[in-house]
Structures are given as C-alpha cells and as structure tokens.
C-alpha cells in the first residue's frame, strides 16, 4: 500500500501530469527507445507515428493517479493492459526499464518543479502500479500455459485455408503445425501475429479471432490496410498477410488473449445487441455464432455497417444467424453504396449508424450493447447509447489499436438513417 503522504503528493500533482501527460509519454518513449533499443521490437511503430500508444500510456497514467485512493476502479483498465501485455511477451523484469524513463520524462517535462519527493512518490506509485499489472501477467501466463492445448510465447501454425471473404478482407484458417489440440478460448478474444518483415523490422500484430471455439482451427480475417496519404507506406502486415502468405506457409502465433469477451454459455435476461462497422465485424460474429450455437433462442440484434457490396463481408454467414436463431436480427448498413446496391438488396439501409437506428431498431432500454469498428464509428456508437442513456455497464467495445478517447465528438454531418421497415 501507499503512505498517506505517497497518496496526498499525487493528488497534488494529478493536474499537472494530466495537462502535460501526452507530452510526458512522448518524452518518455524517445528515451525509452534510445536508451534501452531491444524493448522497441515489441512496439507498433504506426502507433506512434499516429500519437495512439502515446495518448493511451497518458490516459493510463492520468486514470491511476485520478483513482490513486481507490485502485479498484483500474481494475477494468488494468485487465486490458495485462491481457495485451500478455499477448506481446511482456516480462516483468521489463517493468523497471519502463519505470526509470517514464521518471526520467517527468523529471525532464516538469523541470525544477519534479522535486526528489515528487520523483519519490512517482516512484513508489509506479512500482505498485507495476506489481499489480505483473501480477496479473504471470496469472495469465500461467493459466496459458497449463491450459489444454495451450502454450506461452509463440507456436508455430500452417495456413490451411486462405479465403477472400470481400475487395479488402481475407480470412486465414491456421492450424497448429504440431497438429496438437487449440486451447479453449472466449469469442471476442484475438491472437497475435509475429512475422519478421523480410525488409522492414516490425512488431507483432493482434487479429481478433473470427471463428467460433471448438473448431480445430483459428480464423483470421484481415483487412488490408492502404496508406492513407500519398506518401504513408501501406499497412506493413496487413499487406504482407494478403500478397505474400499463402497455403502451405508457417506462421507464429501468439495464444489467444483479450478481455472483450462474451460467454456463449451464460444465461441472458436481457437481449444483445451488436454493432459492427467495417472489419470489426470479426470479433462480434465469433461472438454472435458461439451465442447462438449455445442458445439458439437468445434474442440478438446484429447490425453491420460497411462502406458497400465491395467491402462487405460474411453476408452469408451473417444471414445463417437467423436461420440458427429463432430470436435474431440483423440489419446491413451501408454508408458509400454502389448505384444499386439497394435495390439488389444488398444492404437494408443506407447511411451511418445513428441515434435514431438505434432507438427504433434496438430494445435500448434493456439490452447489452457490444460494437467495434473504426474510430468515428465507435465514437458516434458510444454518443449515441449516451444520449439515449444506456448505462455504463451494459456498453462493451474493443478499439482494434491502442485504446482511444470514444467521448471526442463524433462525426456529425452524415445524413441520419432511419429503419423504414
Ligand atoms: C485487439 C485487436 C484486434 C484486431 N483485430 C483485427 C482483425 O480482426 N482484422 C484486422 O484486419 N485488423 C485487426 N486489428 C488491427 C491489426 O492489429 C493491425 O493494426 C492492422 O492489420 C494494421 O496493421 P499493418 O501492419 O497492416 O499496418 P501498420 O504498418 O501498422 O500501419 C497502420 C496504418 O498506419 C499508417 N502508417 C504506418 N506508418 C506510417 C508512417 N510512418 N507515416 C504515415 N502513416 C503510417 C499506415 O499507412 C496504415 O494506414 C486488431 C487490432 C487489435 C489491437
Ligand atoms: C505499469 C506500467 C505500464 C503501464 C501502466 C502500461 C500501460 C499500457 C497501456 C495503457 C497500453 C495500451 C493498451 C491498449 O489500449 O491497447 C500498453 C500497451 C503496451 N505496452 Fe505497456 N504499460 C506498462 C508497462 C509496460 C512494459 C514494462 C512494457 C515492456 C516493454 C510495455 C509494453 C507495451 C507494449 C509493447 C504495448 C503495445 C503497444 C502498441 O500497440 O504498439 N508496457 N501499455
């Protein structure tokens, strides 16, 4: 535990932390970086380029020194970090590399006013906040490693089957290449994908799996990832996934992780509604599938956005939901149409996902909201529950990066869209 002293030292500083926090952790990763190079390799460099790990590792920060007199309101942020810990390889002894440059950045924004009782209160602060993630860590490792099929660090997996699933969306079915049992895993749960670019160093990759558990394979589906300006590169492994990967080849895969989960198993009282836009459909379908395999009378909504036919991915499996289920729904979205993709009914609607969709399509009062996609998406989602106040604990999501601020303003020019049948 903190002294009182630790605690009151903190609370004093929290307004300066959180004022400078993003600029602290930038300091703190160029440092980070330049002094202790072998910890970059597990880094994504594009979220740093993009400033998302920064901002994360900031509202990380800014949250633990807000909460410092009441550690279990981290518990949720703390089970996030571990799991995507856990699913990169991080080990406790590097948590004293993160700690001696994350002072250092302190030191260095706060200048003369960083005093050596603040630096020691930082200090201690840390390492508590350290001991709870390792904790947490070695309890996940330990339960991966003694799992059923189960394994640490990286296994070795073939490509069974490579399949296009729309224009920008492959699915990869990888099977061990041990060919010894998967462990039991969570729908909504994601792997880690580890490929030494032939030309460009990188870092492992999370793909949330698309399948349901059981199987003898995990699924894959990814989204190939342009660069967005001219001259930002195209997505390193997205890209090398689609052109270079094929049937035959061996991959290193990290063991599933994630705490974006639903249990099939549970009984719902209430209904469940998804919300997917764009490839972010993958953790939402394993999760709608296994729900319904389950409980085939679960009354779940599943809405899918997406830009159009092109892009649009596993209609069919999508429509077998209501097949399996006596109590589904679904709803297509599209928000760039072709010329008749309504009129081939390839979509039900067309539009983005609003407020209104959500109170005339939803049960909003009661349901359990689960949704991912693209950031304005989740931003206009999440607007959305709140102005038709669904509490806090019925709202799950999963940010497919470093977690992100879903309060920011969403997108609000688009056209509304109402369900008109
Ligand atoms: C929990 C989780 C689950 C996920 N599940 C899925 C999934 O099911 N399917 C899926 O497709 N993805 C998923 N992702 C995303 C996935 O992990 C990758 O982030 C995604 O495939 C992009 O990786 P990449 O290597 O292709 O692109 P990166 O090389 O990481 O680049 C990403 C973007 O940044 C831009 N960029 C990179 N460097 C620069 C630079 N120097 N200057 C300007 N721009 C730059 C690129 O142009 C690109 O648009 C998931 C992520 C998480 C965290
Ligand atoms: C108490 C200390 C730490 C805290 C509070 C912390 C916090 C975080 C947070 C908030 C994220 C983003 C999670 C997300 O939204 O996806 C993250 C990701 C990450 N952390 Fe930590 N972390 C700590 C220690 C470490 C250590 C010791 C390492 C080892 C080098 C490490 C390596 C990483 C990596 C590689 C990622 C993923 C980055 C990416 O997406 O590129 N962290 N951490």
Not at 311 to 319: K, R
Request: net charge negative.
């Amino acid at each position: 535990m903190l002294s009182d002293k630790t605690i009151a030292i903190v609370k004093e500083i929290t307004p300066v932390v959180a004022a400078n926090a993003e600029t602290v952790t930038r300091v703190f990763y160029q440092k980070m970086f330049a002094g202790n190079p072998e910890v970059k390799a597990f880094f994504n460099q594009a979220h740093q380029h993009s400033g998302g790990q920064q901002k994360a590792l900031a509202g990380a920060i800014c949250a633990y020194f807000t909460h410092i007199d009441n550690l279990a309101a981290l518990t949720p942020a703390v089970e996030l970090i571990a799991q995507k810990h856990c699913s990169l390889g991080i080990q406790a002894e590097q948590y004293p590399i993160v700690g001696k440059h994350l002072l250092a950045a302190i030191k260095e924004v706060m200048g003369d006013a960083a005093t050596d009782e603040i630096l020691a209160a930082v200090g201690e602060a840390y390492q508590l906040l350290a001991d709870v993630c390792i904790e947490r860590e070695r309890q996940i490792y330990e339960e991966q490693r003694t799992a059923a099929g189960g394994w640490n660090g990286y296994r070795s997996f073939v490509v069974d089957r490579k399949e296009p699933e729309s224009d920008v969306i492959t699915s990869f079915y990888l099977k061990p290449a041990d060919d010894e049992p998967l462990p039991a895993w969570l729908p909504g749960q994601y792997i880690t994908v580890k490929i030494d670019h032939p030309t460009t160093p990188t870092s492992p990759r999370n793909y949330s799996l698309s399948n349901q558990p059981g199987q003898d394979s995990f699924r894959i589906s990814v989204k190939r990832e342009p660069g967005l300006t001219a001259d930002a590169p195209d997505g390193l492994i997205s890209t090398y996934l689609h052109d270079q990967v094929q049937v035959g080849d061996t991959l290193q895969i990290g063991p599933p992780c994630g705490e974006f989960t639903l249990d099939p198993a549970e009984p719902r009282q209430t209904p469940t509604v998804m919300l997917a836009g764009g490839v972010g459909v993958t953790p939402l379908l394993s999760m709608a599938q296994s729900l319904i395999a389950a409980q085939p009378e679960a009354p779940l909504y599943f809405l899918q956005a997406a830009r159009n036919s092109q892009t649009h991915a596993f209609a069919a499996e999508i429509q077998e939901l209501r097949n399996q289920g006596a109590n589904v729904r679904t709803l297509t979205l599209y928000d760039q149409p072709l010329a008749d993709d309504l009129e081939n009914q390839n979509c039900d609607e067309t539009g983005i996902l609003s407020e209104n969709i959500l109170r005339e399509w939803t049960p909003f009062t009661a349901a359990n909201f689960y949704f991912c996609g693209p950031k304005p998406f989740m931003q206009n989602v999440y607007a959305s529950l709140k102005a038709l106040n669904v509490p806090a604990d019925r709202i799950h999501f999963e940010f497919f990066g470093p977690r992100q601020d879903i309060e920011s303003a969403p997108l609000a020019d688009e056209p509304e869209v109402t369900v008109s049948h």
